[in-house]
């Protein structure tokens, strides 16, 4: 289980809790001093489509994410179907990003093998990864009228990390190559727009300010056996395969 820690900062309080009335955060984590002004303009339209748990997520990136693009929007739902957005109700030129599996019938391109079109819309999944999983195998049906799906790369073979090994994980990532809605919109972004490397730069600063003020919170934690032992185990399998390999 994730560490109750993570989230301190952002639990439940006295009703007289302080809220900042622009970032909507509270205001001992707020990050309007870290938000771009004004908002970033892209070339790409980014469409945010929300699960609905993960829209009551205390350290969900998409609210920060609709704040610091221009033009950045999200819907909450469990899967894209027509009539939901009137940006993809035209079919626009589009791209869903989210990694292929061994189970996926669409198989996903890297996105530094696509080239951007005029008009283009970039679809990201904000959920857990079974939620967002789910959510894109309800949603190929539609999607695939008009949308390429893309992928940035993933190895679910190796776990992932938490806010206690990277300045830019909030939560833990349950695979290596998982990374927040923020970063994950941030890194395509650099391949998509022709000043990419500074949008990213902007975006990554944001998502580091908030796990810095997020960290601050964060309590030790003591370390558990089981953890450490599987831990060691999948660091002598990678270590094995390499000379395998090599």
Excluded at 188 to 207: C, D, F, M, Q, T
Aim: glycine share 4%; aromatic share 4%; charged share 25%.
């Amino acid at each position: 289980m994730e560490p109750k820690a993570e989230e301190d900062a952002l639990s439940p309080e006295p009703r007289h809790r302080s809220i900042c009335t622009n970032c909507d955060r509270p205001t001992r984590v707020c990050l309007c001093h870290a938000l771009p002004l004004p908002p970033i303009q892209t070339a790409t339209r980014i469409l945010i489509v929300q699960h609905p748990h993960e829209a009551r997520h205390k350290l969900s990136t998409t609210p920060i994410l609709n704040k610091s693009l221009l033009r950045a929007s999200s819907v909450t739902s469990r899967r894209l179907r027509r009539g939901l957005s009137p940006i993809l109700d035209r079919s626009p030129p589009a791209l869903y990003l989210f990694p292929s599996s061994a189970s996926s019938t669409t198989p996903a391109l890297h996105i530094s093998a696509v080239r951007p079109s005029a008009d283009l819309v970039l679809i990201v999944f904000d959920a857990t990864w079974q939620h967002a999983r789910e959510m894109v195998r309800a949603s190929e049906g539609f999607l695939s009228e008009f949308a390429t799906r893309v992928c940035l790369g993933v190895d679910e073979s190796v776990g992932g990390g938490s806010i206690y090994d990277s300045e830019l994980i909030l939560r833990k990532e349950p695979f290596a190559g998982c990374v927040s809605t923020m970063e994950a919109v941030a890194r395509a972004l650099r391949v998509l727009e022709p000043n990419g490397p500074e949008i990213e730069e902007k975006l990554v600063g944001v998502l580091r300010e908030m796990v810095r003020l997020q960290a601050g919170f964060v309590k030790p934690v003591k370390p558990r056996p089981k953890l450490l032992k599987k831990k060691a185990e999948e660091k002598e399998k990678r270590e094995g395969s390499e000379q395998v390999s090599s």
